[in-house]
């Protein structure tokens, strides 16, 4: 079975500054997608960014990159130019690829809550 | 189009009452997930369906949890007898597979 661990359960950033959220998974399988979830005190649980495990390249969307070790199982979130809309909790989710064209649950990690200072 | 819809947003149930718990999913999306999150945890993955088929419903905690999604588009995730330890947030999520899961804004469930 898949884990995934956030060790860090807090992280606060001043505005305009750049933080970076860990993440750690475990697995056994060679091709998956890693994802980074945002969920702000509404509880929508929204996608920022994702990561397909045979690509080398890692992700970008706007302020938010990754960097993926696949080696190290370790796939961390960078958040630039942090802005007060940022606050929220993020979580790191893992999953199968499912070859047979049909979809695979996330297992995600503890979460992790980021505030932002003004 | 309209994102995935989930009602009520609260309930509150007595111990012992049984409860239904609706997800619209975004229209199209054969893909159907059901995750349960405890305050402070991440979502646990409940039960999935594919159209109308419950392929895999091994997260239900137990046999007071039944789903179900008759014709393929609405899904109730029904509890039985509610305990406490049952009070969470109920996430669903939808999908076109293999493609992102879109999730509503859940259910939170308190039993006092």
């Known amino acids: 079975a898949q884990t995934v661990t956030q060790s860090q359960p807090e992280m606060s950033v001043q505005e305009a500054e750049t933080v970076t959220l860990s993440c750690t998974y475990d697995?056994?399988?060679?091709?998956?997608?890693l994802f980074w979830y945002k969920q702000p005190p509404s509880r929508q649980m929204i996608l920022v960014i994702r990561q397909e495990a045979y690509k080398q390249q890692n992700a970008t969307e706007n302020r938010f990159s990754v960097n993926f070790q696949k080696a190290a199982k370790s796939f961390s979130l960078k958040i630039s130019d942090s802005q007060l809309g940022d606050a929220a909790m993020y979580f790191c989710a893992y999953r199968s690829v499912n070859n047979m064209g049909a979809n695979s649950k996330l297992t995600f990690g503890k979460g992790i809550t980021l505030s932002v200072r003004p | 189009g309209a994102g995935v819809s989930q009602s009520p947003r609260y309930k509150v149930a007595k111990r012992g009452q049984d409860v239904a718990l609706r997800c619209d999913p975004i229209s199209g999306h054969v893909s159907l997930f059901w995750y349960q999150q405890a305050l402070g945890q991440g979502p646990e993955f409940l039960t999935y369906?594919?159209?109308?088929?419950?392929?895999?419903k091994s997260g239900l905690p137990s046999d007071r949890f039944f789903a179900e999604r008759p014709e393929g588009s609405v899904s109730t995730l029904k509890i039985q007898r509610t305990q406490q330890e049952d009070s969470a947030v109920y996430l669903c999520?939808?999908?076109?597979?293999?493609?992102?899961?879109?999730f509503g804004p859940g259910t939170r469930l308190t039993v006092t």
């Open positions: 999520a939808s999908s076109a597979p293999p493609y992102e899961q879109y």
């Open positions: 697995t056994s399988e060679s091709d998956y997608y």
């Open positions: 369906f594919q159209n109308e088929a419950q392929l895999d």
